[in-house]
């Protein structure tokens, strides 16, 4: 079974850092790119960053690019998110999701870690 | 950034009724659409990958069509259990989501 399990998250003050975790069981998963999509509270879906099965492709949203550093481990079957300059606006569920390829569907998410920034 | 805009984006409907959600894109994304379904305090689940290819284990109602740029996706005798948001979703250049419909039951 596909798990995917998402740590880190917690209140930080805005112009703070966090980094998030996730760990994956149930598949190979240094086959697999891996994304992070993020949800304010009472909104949609934004996607956040993409890293392709070998690191080899990076991709980030534009509202996060500077700012947001994507990494992964795959001896250790997991991703991160390093998130640095965190602003307000950043306030989100992020779910970690496997991807099908670097340009296929999503199809597979976690619970999702809360990050909230505030002072 | 490709622009996805679905409409609309709030439905109320009675169960077996149809229910159709469009997503327009900015520019032409082929077939890589999918659609997604959302329930409160759930995490989203695929329902339709590549515009109308089906996903194991998600019910024979939910239908997707389209290519380009303009996508739909279907219900079929609608159940109360599919109260939800539905979005979709492209990765033909970087990802985007779709705003989000939200279907309610009458």
């Known amino acids: 079974e596909v798990q995917l399990v998402e740590s880190g998250g917690g209140l930080v003050k805005p112009g703070g850092s966090l980094r998030l975790s996730c760990a994956a069981s149930g598949f190979t998963f240094s086959g697999y790119s891996m994304n992070w999509v993020r949800q304010a509270p009472g909104k949609g879906l934004e996607w956040v960053s993409s890293?392709?099965?070998?690191?080899?492709?990076?991709y980030y949203a534009d509202s996060v690019k500077g700012r947001f550093t994507i990494s992964r481990d795959n001896a250790k079957n997991s991703v991160y998110l390093q998130m640095n300059s965190l602003r307000a606006e950043d306030t989100a569920v992020f779910y970690c999701?496997?991807?099908?390829?670097?340009?296929?569907?999503?199809?597979?998410w976690g619970r999702g870690t809360l990050v909230t920034v505030s002072s | 950034e490709i622009v996805l805009t679905q409409s609309p984006d709030f439905q109320s409907v009675t169960p077996k009724e149809k229910v159709t959600i469009t997503c327009r894109a900015s520019?032409?994304?082929?077939?890589?659409l999918h659609w997604y379904q959302q329930k409160p305090d759930q995490s989203p689940k695929l329902l339709i990958k590549y515009a109308s290819q089906s996903i194991s284990g998600v019910p024979s109602r939910f239908s997707g069509s389209g290519s380009g740029t303009d996508f739909t996706l279907t219900i079929n005798s609608l159940e109360a259990e599919d109260a939800a948001t539905y979005y979709c979703h492209q990765s033909s250049s970087l990802r985007t989501f779709g705003q989000g419909t939200k279907v309610e039951i009458k």
């Open positions: 890293i392709s099965s070998s690191s080899s492709y990076i």
């Open positions: 999701a496997r991807g099908r390829g670097d340009y296929g569907e999503v199809d597979y």
């Open positions: 520019q032409s994304i082929g077939s890589s």
